[in-house]
């Protein structure tokens, strides 16, 4: 069993960055493929970035190039960095956790880039 809770995020202005945090704990945060998704109003969840056990990463095509996922596992904690923010990236973001069949959600933090 993992738990996951994310913070860091909030409103922020186009061109502008936020570092968002995945805090895990419960079971071998390590060996889990974490991920980040996204989910706007009216619109399917969507893929943002992970990174694997073995510090394997892949992004969105939306994303590549403006953020950028890592992990620590001595603190249970992964991260997102978000730089060059724009409107589009409003969204709820959520932390995942997978690993075989086993599959953990957070209950997400809100993102908002507006002027």
């Known amino acids: 069993q993992v738990q996951l809770v994310e913070s860091g995020g909030g409103l922020v202005q186009p061109g502008g960055s936020l570092r968002l945090s995945c805090a895990a704990s419960?079971?071998?945060?390590?060996?889990?493929?974490v991920g980040w998704y996204r989910q706007a109003p009216g619109k399917r969840r969507e893929l943002v970035a992970t990174?694997?056990?073995?510090?394997?990463?892949n992004y969105g095509d939306s994303v590549k190039g403006r953020f950028t996922i890592s992990r620590d596992n001595a603190k249970n904690t992964a991260y997102l960095q978000m730089n060059s923010l724009k409107p589009e990236d409003t969204a709820v973001y959520y932390c995942?956790?997978?690993?075989?069949?086993?599959?953990?959600w957070g209950p997400g933090t809100q993102v908002t880039v507006s002027s």
């Open positions: 990174v694997t056990s073995g510090g394997g990463r």
């Open positions: 419960g079971s071998i945060f390590s060996m889990y493929t």
């Open positions: 995942n956790a997978q690993r075989g069949v086993y599959n953990y």
